[in-house]
């Protein structure tokens, strides 16, 4: 999961970057023309400026960090699951009758 969060964070964060936005910002005013969310962003730009920018730091920062910040040691499957020592399992004899206690009569 680390590392899927990682790569969404990074990607989303160049996505956002402040240098794409020339491209990015007119995309998205025409696919949102007619709404209020368009409207808000064509009127507020610097403030999509701003918030693009600050995501852009955040996520390439949380991204690096998820992708190459040190491994927790409970990143197990479960918090009690122990990891097995070899791969190589014996099934256990299961008791006959002849080992099998006697009972008294």
């Known amino acids: ?3 899927i969060g990682g790569i969404a964070l990074t990607v989303t964060g160049l996505l956002a970057c402040p240098c794409h936005l ?3 910002l007119p995309l998205l005013l ?3 023309s007619g709404t209020a969310v368009g409207s808000f962003l064509s009127r507020n730009s610097g403030l999509v400026y701003t918030g693009a920018g600050l ?3 955040v ?3 949380l991204g690096a960090w998820f992708l ?3 491994k927790r ?3 197990a499957v479960c918090a009690t699951c122990a990891p097995v020592a070899s791969e190589t399992h014996a099934q256990e004899r299961s ?3 002849d080992d099998l206690p006697v009972t008294r009569r």
């Open 68 to 70: 190459f910040g040190p």
């Open 59 to 61: 996520a390439l920062a």
């Open 55 to 57: 995501y852009f730091v």
């Open 73 to 75: 040691e409970g990143d």
């Open 22 to 24: 020339i491209i990015t």
């Open 1 to 3: 999961m680390r590392r």
């Open 95 to 97: 008791p006959l009758p």
């Open 30 to 32: 025409s696919g949102l």
